[in-house]
């Protein structure tokens, strides 16, 4: 498969494309004015604790408080080991779901920079459990009191009207390793399938970690093997090792000089980033459009990922770099509710607060044999389409996808395992079910950030995001009861009635015997007139 990454940067935008086999996969944005925050890591101030949600709100500078749950907290419990727990979340994907865990298995999985342990100045106090379900959670108001400092990391970026989500499990990210302070164990990612290089590297990574006689270095951390680090040398990770040591060192001697709510740790720039977290070996080029960011891309790579420079390129050209493989189109087409497959079937996908649900249709495919053999195929060709779609508009949470209705149940095993395959690329955690009884495939996608509508678009002004409009007969009859209204109010001579174009055309044509009759009924003469800027629901019944 060949692979490649255009990076375009402008002074206030910089724009990521991922390119396989000629067709854009994923889209990545960062502005200046919008940052994204996973893997900041922030001196934070408890401003309240709700008990009912086992939970607080921690400011961290930003217009909203942010969030930090109870089961995100560090606290060392009597007789439990926390190694036992990233061990279990690293090597078994099923223990990974709200629990105070999932940080790790999603840094295994090289998903995103989540996680780690607090340092704070005094020992919190072991906290008494309470019970809910069935399961042990130790009581907010134990582990956090109003007015505390409290040194977190952003895990999930602020969404819709939704602050951004913390954990005080801090992780310290590299190229090759993810740095777990306070946490004395080895992880490696479950990507990694050879048995014998999981162990090779796990034998590596745990003799580094055990210090010389007389070395005051601290002993209480442990580190996640990436992916990236499958075949390279103990020289590499050994330098990864120390460089992460060396950042969280600089860290810890911050925190005790910080202001509350200020940040102190910023994760690398997005070019960077992309850098350090997606290029892999089976990237053949990635082309810079700005000489600026490539100088600084290249020093970054000769420090940690010497095999990669050879492969980053200044791209000089006068044609726009998001041109080379029609990126931008693609782009705007990812903003429309329709997709259209090639066979002439498409899809609708609609994103919501709660959930995102795609709806598959045979459209114009007719198919040449039968029906079920022509639903069969629409739905295949569907499933390749919706695990591309979810990447390039980066869509997440709850995903409910309506297949065309299959009566043969190894048709419904064969789209099922067509579509596993293909999110086996997407570098989010998913998890997809069976086909329900109502013929629905439910699946999660983890969601960090914004999806790419969100980021590029705002709702609409006119219908304030319902993608519906009142029609100018619904309004007429809305200004009917609203100068039936304002005649027993107010006492003039006369009303005027200011509304859009296509409502004044619509009271002077289809309406007019309604008008007539009202102000006979009312009166008093109605004048209207058009106002430009009023968009179609909006209008004002004035009394003169």
Not at 15 to 24: F, H, I, K, M, S
Not at 117 to 145: D, T, W
Not at 262 to 282: G, N
């Amino acid at each position: 498969m060949n692979q490649e990454i255009l990076i375009n940067v402008t002074p206030r935008e910089t724009r990521v494309a991922v390119v396989e086999n000629g067709v854009l996969q994923e889209v990545y944005i960062e502005r200046t004015g919008r940052r994204g925050l996973v893997g900041n890591v922030y001196k934070g101030w408890v401003s309240r604790i709700l008990p009912g949600m086992q939970a607080a709100f921690i400011d961290i500078g930003l217009e909203r408080t942010a969030f930090l749950h109870a089961s995100d907290i560090s606290v060392t419990v009597p007789g439990e080991d926390r190694r036992d727990k990233v061990q279990a979340a690293v090597h078994d994907p099923m223990t990974a779901n709200n629990s105070a865990v999932a940080w790790v298995h999603d840094v295994a999985d090289c998903d995103t920079v989540s996680g780690a342990v607090i340092e704070q100045s005094g020992q919190l106090p072991k906290a008494p459990e309470i019970v809910l379900e069935g399961k042990k959670e130790h009581s907010i108001n134990h582990l956090l009191r109003e007015g505390q400092d409290i040194l977190v990391q952003v895990v999930k970026d602020p969404l819709g009207t939704k602050g951004a989500r913390l954990t005080t499990h801090i992780t310290i990210p590299s190229r090759y390793l993810v740095l777990m302070p306070d946490v004395h164990t080895v992880g490696v990612s479950q990507k990694i399938e050879s048995e014998e290089e999981r162990q090779r590297l796990k034998n590596i990574v745990t003799s580094f970690m055990t210090p010389p006689p007389g070395d005051s270095r601290n002993t209480s951390e442990g580190f996640i093997v990436r992916t990236a680090a499958e075949g390279v040398t103990e020289e590499a990770l050994r330098a990864d090792m120390e460089f992460l040591r060396r950042v969280w060192g600089s860290i810890r001697q911050r925190i005790p000089s910080m202001a509350a709510h200020t940040i102190v740790h910023e994760d690398l720039p997005l070019a960077l980033r992309i850098l350090r977290d997606l290029v892999a070996s089976a990237v053949d080029k990635v082309r810079i459009d700005s000489r600026e960011t490539y100088q600084r891309a290249v020093q970054f790579v000769e420090k940690f990922i010497p095999d990669l420079v050879s492969r980053i390129e200044y791209y000089p050209g006068e044609r726009p770099i998001f041109d080379l493989y029609s990126v931008e189109d693609e782009i705007q087409k990812s903003l429309e509710r329709k997709v259209q497959l090639k066979s002439g079937g498409y899809l609708i996908i609609d994103q919501t607060e709660a959930m995102t649900t795609i709806d598959v249709n045979t459209g114009a495919f007719v198919g040449h044999r039968n029906l079920e053999e022509t639903i069969f195929k629409t739905n295949l060709e569907a499933a390749q389409a919706i695990a591309r779609q979810l990447r390039l508009r980066n869509l997440g949470g709850i995903i409910i996808l309506d297949f065309i209705d299959m009566v043969e149940e190894d048709h419904k095993r064969q789209v099922l395992r067509v579509l596993e395959k293909n999110m086996e690329r997407d570098h989010a955690k998913t998890s997809i079910s069976g086909v329900s009884a109502l013929g629905l495939v439910e699946m999660t996608r983890k969601r960090t950030r914004e999806s790419l509508a969100h980021v590029l678009c705002a709702p609409c002004p006119t219908c304030a995001g319902r993608g519906l409009l009142k029609t100018p007969e619904t309004v007429c009859y809305e200004i009917f009861r609203e100068i039936l209204r304002s005649t027993r109010q107010f006492d003039s001579n006369q009303l005027l009635v200011l509304a859009s174009q296509s409502v004044v055309d619509a009271l002077l044509e289809e309406e007019s015997t309604s008008i007539a009759e009202l102000e006979a009924f009312v009166g008093k003469p109605i004048k209207f007139q058009v106002e430009a800027l009023y968009t179609q629901e909006q209008f004002d019944v004035v009394p003169v």
